[in-house]
């Protein structure tokens, strides 16, 4: 039964036009991206690395495929959460507008798998997702430009992967970000439990990620004590994947917390669904 509930799940979310805007926007953005570098990368990467020629030699490729994913992933993945809110903010509250909410709860099956399957369905939609996106991103940038050792400016140092050492922690950083986006996913579903409004939920998911991004982008001694607990902080940990060595410290605890977030979002969805009345 968990299963047939799943595939219709799947189906409905098919079935929406909305959830086909991510696929187009990603295609969209990763093609824009990779001509503009296509044409004036170089141009670009000089007027990068410019000011580094005086005291550093940097010889090879600098602008090949690995620099291109990496540059479309800092574009891309903050504005994924976005993307898959369109589709799991509603997931309930949607059909609690139409109506059919109390249809699907005359079948034999609890409230909590009615709940466990819109999740996992929402999960499904968002890996389809990240394999678009890295099949174009990654598979498109090497394509297109190549392999080579992949050099990432940060605000105090340079840190130079060599080429056999970047593809693995791509898969792991479209790993997190799934585990990321999921938090999202998680957190759409348990706000879509508690209102009958079909875009309510998209549209207060959308605010709370970018408000929680801004207040994560400020270096200030009063949001310095806020921002370790908004899931959000944890959302750009894929980051820290590219550092050398990598801080497996942080990556477990961030990990963790991002893990913790969707048990206790689902957790609330959970219990709040099976006490809610049902009236339309």
């Known amino acids: 039964m968990m299963y047939a509930l799943i595939r219709t799940e799947l189906y409905k979310i098919a079935k929406r036009p909305r959830s086909y805007i991510g696929f187009v926007a990603i295609l969209l953005i990763v093609f824009i991206i990779e001509f503009a570098l296509f044409i004036d990368g170089a141009s670009y990467i000089e007027f990068i690395f410019q000011q580094l020629e005086s005291f550093l030699s940097i010889e090879g490729k600098v602008l090949?495929?690995?620099?291109?994913?990496?540059?479309?992933?800092?574009?891309?993945?903050?504005?994924?959460?976005?993307?898959?809110?369109?589709?799991?903010?509603?997931?309930?509250?949607?059909?609690?507008?139409?109506?059919?909410?109390r249809l699907l709860l005359t079948r034999p099956v609890s409230r909590t798998e009615v709940v466990?399957?819109?999740?996992?369905?929402?999960?499904?939609?968002?890996?389809?997702?990240?394999?678009?996106?890295?099949?174009?991103?990654?598979?498109?940038?090497l394509l297109l430009f190549g392999e080579g050792d992949l050099i990432i400016l940060k605000s105090e140092t340079i840190i130079v992967l060599k080429s056999n050492d970047v593809l693995w922690r791509f898969y792991a950083a479209f790993g997190i970000a799934f585990l990321s986006l999921s938090v999202v996913s998680s957190f759409s579903l348990m706000l879509s439990c508690f209102t009958d409004n079909s875009i309510g939920p998209i549209i207060l998911t959308m605010a709370v990620i970018v408000i929680f991004t801004i207040i994560g982008s400020f270096d200030l001694p009063l949001f310095d004590h806020i921002k370790p607990f908004l899931f959000t902080s944890y959302m750009i940990v894929w980051r820290n994947m590219f550092d050398q060595p990598v801080d497996w410290g942080i990556m477990q605890?961030?990990?963790?917390?991002?893990?913790?977030?969707?048990?206790?979002?689902?957790?609330?969805s959970i219990y709040y669904f099976n006490r809610k009345d049902i009236h339309t």
């Open 116 to 141: 466990m399957a819109k999740y996992i369905a929402g999960s499904f939609y968002v890996l389809l997702l990240l394999l678009l996106l890295g099949a174009l991103a990654l598979g498109g940038s």
């Open 64 to 101: 090949n495929g690995y620099l291109v994913c990496f540059i479309i992933l800092q574009t891309l993945i903050i504005q994924m959460p976005l993307l898959v809110a369109l589709v799991t903010g509603d997931v309930i509250s949607g059909e609690a507008a139409n109506g059919t909410l």
């Open 253 to 268: 605890t961030s990990i963790l917390i991002l893990i913790l977030h969707i048990i206790l979002f689902l957790g609330v």
